[in-house]
């Protein structure tokens, strides 16, 4: 694995900001910002059937295109944001307090979600953006992008909190377990693989899945 010097399996939440109310405000349970996603979903999609004449057969359409859509953006965001190489140490320190810290205490509850305020903000702005780009047809996109934001959300703290299912969401597990411990620059698809086939990003070793044991949560 990449610069990996540290990693501790304890429910531990370490300070990242010497402010109190700062370092307050970086932490999280994961039922609020789940929460406020999927009733902002509801709000687009009702929203939808009262200012547009769009029919029900393109609301569900285009509620399954956003949600394909946050698929792409969830790799992308973790392979090229997250992930990113930096150089300088402000941008190192910034790459470590929005994800690296992450990957060192994987068990800290508190931060397995983007903060309340920072989630409104970004939902936000996804909103002037859809608007901007697809017009009537971005309410029910973005009701789809959100909706597959909280379920990402409920994905990524299950595979770190709880012990892995015995039927298929067992891969999810799996595949996180790889990209924490094995190797951070592969599986970086968390609520889905697709595009980590897409963007040949899969565990070079075949055996790697198969001899990888996951006995809790990741």
């Known amino acids: 694995m990449k610069n990996k010097k540290f990693v501790t399996n304890e429910n531990v939440s370490p300070q990242l ?3 109190k109310w700062l370092d307050r405000l970086s932490r999280t349970h994961i039922a609020i910002p789940v929460t406020m996603f999927f009733l902002y979903a509801i709000g687009l999609i009702y929203y939808t059937k009262v200012a547009t004449e769009l029919t ?3 609301v569900v359409g285009l509620f399954f295109a956003g949600w394909f859509l946050f698929t792409f953006a969830e790799y992308m965001f973790h392979r090229f944001v997250y992930h990113i190489d930096l150089e300088t140490e402000a941008s190192k320190k910034f790459a470590y307090n929005v994800h690296g810290v992450h990957h060192d205490y994987p068990k800290d509850k508190q931060r397995l979600a983007m903060p309340p305020l920072l989630s409104v903000v ?3 702005i996804l909103l002037l953006i859809f608007e901007l780009v697809l017009d009537k047809f971005s309410f029910s996109t973005l009701a789809g992008f959100m909706t597959g934001y909280a ?3 409920l994905v990524h703290y299950s595979v770190h909190i709880f012990r892995p299912p015995n039927n298929i969401l067992k891969e999810l597990w799996k595949n996180h377990a790889i990209h924490h411990y094995k190797d951070d620059t592969i599986m970086y698809g968390v609520s889905s693989p697709i595009w ?6 899969l565990p070079k070793d075949k055996n790697m899945k198969r001899n ?3 006995k809790g949560g990741v």
Do not use: W
């Open 196 to 201: 980590d086939y897409v963007f040949r990003t």
């Open 17 to 19: 900001f010497e402010n």
């Open 56 to 58: 029900n057969l393109q």
């Open 212 to 214: 990888l044991e996951v």
């Open 122 to 124: 970004i939902g936000t």
């Open 151 to 153: 379920f990402y959300l």
